[in-house]
């Protein structure tokens, strides 16, 4: 396992984005010269975020599993979820978009299950 970067942070704020993603504000203390070159290479970068509110021993995370996903790519169910947000906006809005969401998926999901 490649070497962590850890430092003490705060979650100042969390925001809910429309694609069901979320934005967090991470605040750190005041970081030595060789922290901040560390923390610089990882900016724009794509990783994993893992907050406890001590520090963290490698044992603890030993065996979690190494998934990387290319910077920008979407999972499968986020495209979908996105897609059918632009299918919202160009439909009629008599409903939120999480209700036309919910409802658009459960009709696909029944759809696939009658083909069982």
Same mark, same amino acid.
Request: charge should be negative; hydrophobic fraction near 35%; aromatic fraction near 6%.
């Given at each position: 396992m490649k070497q962590l970067f850890q430092t003490p942070a705060t979650i100042q704020s969390v925001r809910t984005l429309v694609d069901g993603g979320n934005k967090l504000d991470i605040i750190t203390r005041e970081l030595s010269p060789e922290e901040m070159t560390e923390l610089f290479k990882l900016k724009g970068k794509e990783?994993?975020?893992?907050?406890?509110?001590?520090? %963290?021993?490698?044992?603890?995370?030993?065996?979690?599993?190494?998934?990387?996903?290319?910077?920008?790519?979407?999972?499968?169910s986020q495209r979908l979820k996105a897609v059918l947000y632009r299918l919202w906006e160009n439909t009629n809005r008599s409903k939120t978009s999480e209700e036309f969401y919910?409802?658009?998926?459960?009709?696909? %999901?029944?759809? %696939?299950?009658?083909?069982?």
């Open positions: 990783g994993w975020c893992l907050f406890k509110e001590n520090a %963290i021993n490698i044992e603890e995370v030993k065996d979690l599993p190494d998934v990387k996903l290319d910077k920008g790519e979407k999972s499968k919910n409802e658009y998926m459960e009709k696909l %999901i029944n759809s %696939i299950k009658e083909k069982l």
